[in-house]
């Protein structure tokens, strides 16, 4: 039966009338409203955020308020405009290198001027919409960056540790280091010790207690208790000094060699908008992996522009540069903010906090500050990435990248780095293996790489050994074959096949037609009396293509005479006695059928038949319940992405979600809620309606009195949609953007968000929810634009989010 069947013409005025009844409300001004979480998170984020800008503004060599200012700007501009919601921008450790060099160079206004220079530039690449492509850069060079500056950040900041200056590079400062370590600085070294172990130790404390007093940063713990032991003690150590803002320093007029400041402001644009995109992507997986309400994921060329805004206003006031901060951001959404208010109203404490708190930030020592950001340096170095790397065997790329910026800079490494990178592509794709041998009668070439024009000569001397007038298997085990390589290997088969041999292509590249169709619709070809032609073999049809948009239809036979089990030969029935039913075929619709089944056996089983293998060993453990209407239009993998063992999938009429014990005669699906949520132990349940769905129009033409057939009794438990629906009282199910097309639409999308209301009140999934190891989702799936829609609650509204192809490439 069609799953979503088209409904008869219902009356024009009816309709109408239907329309008008079920208009959305007036809408009157919203009240701007802070969620408690977001309240919680703020202060949280305000008090790591307190010491890493001063810490950070101390590393740099810039006066001391411009690591406030560049925080209370990230918070309120980039927290306002840019288009991550819980991504908090400051003053970033990953720009401290970069900010030094600058104003060694060239003075603290021209490096205010260049801020603004690169917020400009940031401007513009927002406007070009050019953010994802800051993320094709390989994370081995972004991370190898990353470390770069890192251990130039900890070695720097060791001086201080120990009482005494940091000289201006890496080098410089390693071989001051003897020096150092023989004139110590007491009180200095037990100040950055004491700080040192309660940066380490406070997130570790043990038992209920501890478990409560975790939920202080360590940061502002360590800052803090270091700053009371100095003061207690009677230490005299240099501590943080914070001018008069009448004197403080504003943005001057660039001044230097043109060369060199526009490589500053594409150095300064490069790390700001590098960090802040990725750190972007990283909160999107945080958000999306822990449990309560769904936050929007973020457009990243609004996150850029948001960023370029926060850099001109910070570097017009004489801040920092900014850029997303890794450390801020995690925190904010590990304390739970559900907004961008926890961002901008860190912000707004920041600026209360640089009003009023000087008198007690001045009792910081600069030993201790320098030890926070000592520990974020080499916290900066990650043996999570290193393993990473060298898992995906770019480790090269990576060293190389690090040791260029410790040597040379933040620019010139990471051009080092591209170029290693691009090397080593240069050299995976021209490293190809070709090898041959014998198995039972039978020559198998494997080629194992890219086949390109270089490996022709080698790809040549193999299939020349293969003998005229045996069976060979050519397997391509890579991802890439050139027209050069395609040539060699198509004469090859077509000379190898003529002359008696038989050819089988196997692997990766097995779905690639070798053979050109003159060659397979010769009719004085052998094919045989045991098989006919495998027509599969000549399909080019992009993957989803319909059986009725296929171009690959081959010209039928003539009867062949295949061998059947009581050892008679008999001829096979052609597709007109098929259809005629004078044959045993299936018809053409049975053909068509048949036509996928072969495909998916030659192109599609040997690639997942380990992955099969492995789940009829292990059993399926699906994560996600996907329910939703069994309409042809729907392919839950397609829309999905998903593979085998993903989802477990029920298909109904409409979507619907029978209320437990309701009177349908059919616990189908109540019994695979169970199955799902009991056994299988899902964490997820998604409904999913779709656009034009014939059994909303039917449910909206249906009359009460008509006859009740069993597809009328089913949607019996779409009736309460439609009393949503007309419910004046309850706001309206919406897509984001636009208003529902027509009241067909509006039908779907509150039918999505009545569904999810009956799956509470199924006991099992009331009693996952309770535990807090299930979610429900609502989807929508527009057919005509190939569009989904995620349900999201803004306030009391239900509003349907775009999800965009940009949120799922990170």
Same mark, same amino acid.
């Given at each position: 039966?069609?799953?979503?069947?088209?409904?008869?013409?219902?009356?024009?005025?009816?309709?109408?009338?239907?329309?008008?009844?079920?208009?959305?409300?007036?809408?009157?001004?919203?009240?701007?409203?802070?969620?408690?979480?977001?309240?919680?998170?703020?202060?949280?984020?305000?008090?790591?955020?307190? /010491?890493?800008?001063?810490?950070?503004?101390?590393?740099?060599?810039?006066?001391?308020?411009?690591?406030?200012?560049?925080?209370?700007?990230?918070?309120?501009?980039?927290?306002?405009?840019?288009?991550?919601?819980?991504?908090?921008?400051?003053?970033?450790?990953?720009?401290?290198?970069?900010?030094?060099?600058?104003?060694?160079?060239?003075?603290?206004?021209?490096?205010?001027?260049?801020?603004?220079?690169?917020?400009?530039?940031?401007?513009?690449?927002?406007?070009?919409?050019?953010?994802?492509?800051?993320?094709?850069?390989?994370?081995?060079?972004?991370?190898?960056?990353?470390?770069?500056?890192?251990?130039?950040?900890?070695?720097?900041?060791?001086?201080?540790?120990?009482?005494?200056?940091?000289?201006?590079?890496?080098?410089?400062?390693?071989?001051?280091?003897?020096?150092?370590?023989?004139?110590?600085?007491?009180?200095?070294?037990?100040?950055?010790?004491?700080?040192?172990?309660?940066?380490?130790?406070?997130?570790?404390?043990?038992?209920?207690?501890?478990?409560?007093?975790?939920?202080?940063?360590?940061?502002?713990?360590?800052?803090?208790?270091?700053?009371?032991?100095?003061?207690?003690?009677?230490?005299?150590? /240099?501590?943080?000094?914070?001018?008069?803002?009448?004197?403080?320093?504003?943005?001057?007029?660039?001044?230097?060699?043109?060369?060199?400041?526009?490589?500053?402001?594409?150095?300064?644009?490069?790390?700001?908008?590098?960090?802040?995109?990725?750190?972007?992507?990283?909160?999107?997986?945080?958000?999306?992996?822990?449990?309560?309400?769904?936050?929007?994921?973020?457009?990243?060329?609004?996150?850029?522009?948001?960023?370029?805004?926060?850099?001109?206003?910070?570097?017009?006031?004489?801040?920092?540069?900014?850029?997303?901060?890794?450390?801020?951001?995690?925190?904010?959404?590990?304390?739970?903010?559900?907004?961008?208010?926890?961002?901008?109203?860190?912000?707004?404490?920041?600026?209360?906090?640089?009003?009023?708190?000087?008198?007690?930030?001045?009792?910081?020592?600069?030993?201790?500050?320098?030890?926070?950001?000592?520990?974020?340096?080499?916290?900066?170095?990650?043996?999570?990435?290193?393993?990473?790397?060298?898992?995906?065997?770019?480790?090269?790329?990576?060293?190389?990248?690090?040791?260029?910026?410790?040597?040379?800079?933040?620019?010139?490494?990471?051009?080092?780095?591209?170029?290693?990178?691009?090397?080593?592509?240069?050299?995976?794709?021209?490293?190809?293996?070709?090898?041959?041998?014998?198995?039972?009668?039978?020559?198998?070439?494997?080629?194992?790489?890219?086949?390109?024009?270089?490996?022709?000569?080698?790809?040549?001397?193999?299939?020349?050994?293969?003998?005229?007038?045996?069976?060979?298997?050519?397997?391509?085990?890579?991802?890439?074959?050139?027209?050069?390589?395609?040539?060699?290997?198509?004469?090859?088969?077509?000379?190898?096949?003529?002359?008696?041999?038989?050819?089988?292509?196997?692997?990766?590249?097995?779905?690639?037609?070798?053979?050109?169709?003159?060659?397979?619709?010769?009719?004085?070809?052998?094919?045989?009396?045991?098989?006919?032609?495998?027509?599969?073999?000549?399909?080019?049809?992009?993957?989803?293509?319909?059986?009725?948009?296929?171009? &690959?239809?081959?010209?039928?036979?003539?009867?062949?005479?295949?061998?059947?089990?009581?050892?008679?030969?008999?001829?096979?029935?052609?597709?007109?006695?098929?259809?005629?039913?004078?044959?045993?075929?299936?018809?053409?619709?049975?053909?068509?059928?048949?036509?996928?089944?072969?495909?998916?056996?030659?192109?599609?089983?040997?690639?997942?038949?380990?992955?099969?293998?492995?789940?009829?060993?292990?059993?399926?453990?699906?994560?996600?319940?996907?329910?939703? &209407?069994?309409?042809?239009?729907?392919?839950?993998?397609?829309?999905?992405?998903?593979?085998?063992?993903?989802?477990?999938?029920?298909?109904?009429?409409?979507?619907?979600?029978?209320?437990?014990?309701?009177?349908?005669?059919?616990?189908?699906?109540?019994?695979?809620?169970?199955?799902?949520?009991?056994?299988?132990?899902?964490?997820?349940?998604?409904? &999913?309606?779709?656009?034009?769905?014939?059994?909303?129009?039917?449910?909206?033409?249906?009359?009460?009195?008509?006859?009740?057939?069993?597809?009328?009794?089913?949607?019996?438990?779409?009736? /309460?949609?439609?009393?949503?629906?007309?419910?004046?009282?309850?706001?309206?199910?919406?897509?984001?953007?636009?208003?529902?097309?027509?009241?067909?639409?509006?039908?779907?999308?509150?039918?999505?968000?009545?569904?999810?209301?009956?799956?509470?009140?199924?006991?099992?999934?009331?009693?996952?929810?309770?535990?807090?190891?299930?979610?429900?989702?609502?989807?929508?799936?527009?057919?005509?634009?190939?569009?989904?829609?995620?349900?999201?609650?803004?306030?009391?509204?239900?509003?349907?989010?775009?999800?965009?192809?940009?949120?799922?490439?990170?």
């Amino acid at each position: 039966m069609s799953a979503c069947v088209p409904a008869r013409a219902a009356d024009p005025s009816r309709t109408q009338r239907i329309h008008q009844s079920h208009s959305p409300p007036p809408t009157g001004p919203r009240r701007f409203r802070i969620a408690g979480a977001d309240l919680s998170a703020s202060i949280t984020v305000f008090l790591i955020a307190l /010491p890493l800008s001063l810490g950070i503004a101390l590393a740099t060599g810039a006066p001391l308020q411009a690591g406030l200012v560049a925080a209370a700007v990230g918070g309120l501009v980039a927290g306002r405009l840019g288009g991550s919601p819980l991504q908090v921008s400051g003053p970033a450790a990953g720009l401290t290198v970069v900010t030094a060099d600058l104003i060694q160079r060239y003075g603290w206004r021209t490096t205010c001027a260049i801020t603004i220079l690169a917020g400009l530039a940031q401007l513009g690449l927002g406007c070009l919409r050019v953010a994802r492509t800051a993320l094709a850069v390989s994370p081995a060079i972004v991370h190898g960056m990353l470390a770069g500056i890192g251990i130039t950040i900890a070695v720097a900041q060791l001086h201080i540790v120990l009482g005494g200056t940091p000289q201006s590079s890496v080098p410089d400062n390693l071989l001051a280091l003897p020096a150092q370590l023989a004139d110590l600085h007491p009180a200095a070294v037990s100040v950055s010790a004491l700080t040192l172990v309660l940066l380490l130790c406070w997130p570790r404390l043990p038992g209920r207690a501890g478990s409560v007093l975790r939920g202080i940063p360590a940061a502002l713990i360590a800052v803090a208790g270091a700053s009371a032991a100095a003061a207690l003690a009677g230490l005299r150590l /240099p501590k943080v000094d914070l001018p008069s803002w009448s004197n403080h320093a504003l943005a001057g007029l660039p001044e230097g060699p043109v060369l060199g400041l526009i490589a500053a402001v594409l150095t300064t644009t490069l790390v700001c908008s590098v960090q802040s995109l990725l750190g972007a992507v990283a909160v999107d997986k945080m958000a999306a992996a822990r449990p309560g309400p769904h936050v929007p994921r973020s457009d990243l060329d609004r996150e850029l522009l948001g960023q370029g805004a926060a850099n001109i206003v910070s570097g017009a006031l004489g801040g920092l540069p900014v850029a997303g901060v890794a450390v801020r951001s995690t925190a904010n959404v590990r304390a739970g903010a559900v907004s961008r208010n926890s961002t901008m109203l860190h912000g707004v404490l920041v600026v209360a906090a640089t009003l009023l708190m000087v008198p007690v930030l001045e009792f910081i020592p600069l030993a201790s500050l320098a030890a926070l950001v000592m520990a974020i340096g080499i916290q900066m170095v990650s043996l999570h990435h290193i393993r990473t790397v060298t898992r995906h065997r770019e480790v090269l790329v990576y060293a190389v990248t690090t040791l260029g910026v410790v040597s040379f800079g933040v620019l010139e490494g990471v051009a080092l780095g591209i170029a290693v990178a691009v090397g080593v592509a240069l050299h995976r794709l021209t490293r190809t293996r070709i090898t041959h041998d014998e198995r039972e009668g039978v020559h198998h070439v494997h080629v194992r790489g890219q086949l390109t024009f270089l490996a022709v000569p080698r790809l040549s001397r193999a299939l020349h050994l293969v003998p005229q007038g045996t069976d060979a298997v050519v397997e391509l085990d890579g991802s890439f074959m050139d027209h050069a390589a395609y040539e060699t290997l198509q004469d090859w088969q077509n000379t190898h096949t003529a002359r008696g041999g038989t050819v089988r292509i196997t692997g990766r590249r097995a779905a690639l037609r070798i053979a050109e169709p003159a060659a397979l619709h010769d009719p004085g070809a052998p094919w045989g009396t045991d098989e006919a032609p495998d027509t599969t073999a000549d399909c080019r049809c992009r993957p989803w293509t319909p059986w009725r948009n296929h171009q &690959c239809e081959l010209p039928q036979p003539a009867p062949s005479t295949a061998r059947h089990r009581d050892g008679t030969a008999r001829p096979e029935p052609t597709d007109s006695e098929s259809e005629s039913g004078t044959g045993t075929g299936t018809g053409t619709g049975g053909h068509e059928l048949l036509r996928g089944i072969s495909a998916f056996q030659r192109n599609t089983a040997p690639l997942v038949r380990g992955e099969l293998a492995r789940l009829a060993r292990e059993g399926q453990r699906p994560s996600q319940l996907f329910l939703t &209407c069994a309409d042809s239009r729907l392919v839950t993998s397609m829309i999905t992405s998903s593979g085998p063992g993903d989802l477990f999938v029920v298909r109904n009429v409409g979507n619907l979600v029978p209320l437990p014990g309701a009177e349908s005669g059919d616990d189908s699906v109540a019994a695979a809620i169970e199955y799902a949520v009991d056994v299988l132990r899902v964490r997820s349940i998604t409904v &999913c309606g779709h656009s034009g769905c014939g059994a909303v129009q039917a449910l909206l033409g249906s009359e009460p009195e008509s006859a009740q057939t069993p597809l009328k009794r089913w949607l019996r438990h779409g009736l /309460p949609s439609l009393e949503r629906m007309a419910d004046d009282g309850r706001p309206r199910a919406r897509l984001a953007g636009r208003a529902p097309a027509d009241t067909v639409e509006q039908l779907c999308l509150t039918n999505v968000v009545q569904q999810l209301e009956h799956l509470r009140a199924h006991d099992s999934v009331a009693r996952a929810l309770r535990e807090g190891r299930l979610e429900l989702h609502g989807m929508y799936f527009h057919v005509g634009e190939a569009q989904a829609y995620l349900l999201t609650e803004d306030g009391g509204d239900r509003v349907f989010d775009r999800v965009r192809a940009a949120e799922l490439s990170a």
